[in-house]
């Protein structure tokens, strides 16, 4: 069973208390998908699993860094506004610039690393090790690969760390987990609502036969 590593900053809304059942929705500010199906899932199931379950949002960046940070995160939080991409999804078919769905659960920004930073830290050893058989390589090949991810995560200015050891393939991602951040179920992309719902509530069931 893989780990999810959550290398967050402190909390910019909210209180996120670990449960034995744990939803974390990964999400970038730039990112239409994130507003229009995302968020009103993580409302939905945050409200429904609220004294059942953890919930927390981790906004994050891969790209388009002057949109994906903390500061338009923090706008966001405080009043609805939308930048960059969703802004103009929400402007042409809307008419507004600000998001009306408030975000019903803990939030906080991704640890941003440099790239230099991050590949001398034990973050890029974890990430290295969350690769499927990376461990059963030889040490040759386990050391040319870590050049070539190396070569790739070069050419970033910025590492969000949650996203990139956890190498998920984008947002929305929703990641279920237990106390021990064991990973008990992954979503990437437009979900349906039902099927997060029927797999939160068998987990909680199961997790309640364990006391």
Do not use: W
Not at 180 to 201: D, R
């Amino acid at each position: 069973m893989s780990k999810f590593h959550l290398n967050i900053q402190d909390l910019v809304q909210g209180e996120f208390k670990l449960q034995k059942v744990n939803v974390a929705f990964v999400f970038q500010v730039n990112c239409p998908g994130c507003f229009i199906y995302g968020i009103p899932i993580m409302n939905e199931i945050s409200s429904l699993f609220a004294d059942k379950a953890g919930f927390i949002g981790v906004a994050t960046a891969f790209e388009d860094f002057e949109f994906n940070n903390e500061e338009n995160l923090k706008l966001l939080l405080a009043d609805g506004t939308l930048v960059g991409e969703t802004k103009k999804y929400y402007n042409s078919n809307y008419g507004v610039s600000n998001y009306s769905e408030p975000l019903n659960f803990p939030v906080t920004f991704d640890r941003m690393s440099k790239s230099e930073d991050f590949f001398n830290s034990p973050s890029y050893d974890m990430m290295c090790n969350s690769i499927p058989d990376f461990t059963s390589f030889s040490e040759t090949e386990q050391q040319i690969l870590k050049q070539k991810i190396k070569a790739h995560y070069a050419q970033i200015p910025l590492i969000g760390e949650t996203f990139t050891i956890n190498q998920l393939r984008g947002t929305p991602s929703f990641i279920i987990f237990d106390d021990n951040f064991n990973t008990l179920g992954h979503y990437f992309g437009h979900q349906s609502q039902e099927v997060l719902k029927a797999k939160l509530a068998e987990l909680v069931r199961m997790s309640n036969k364990k006391l």
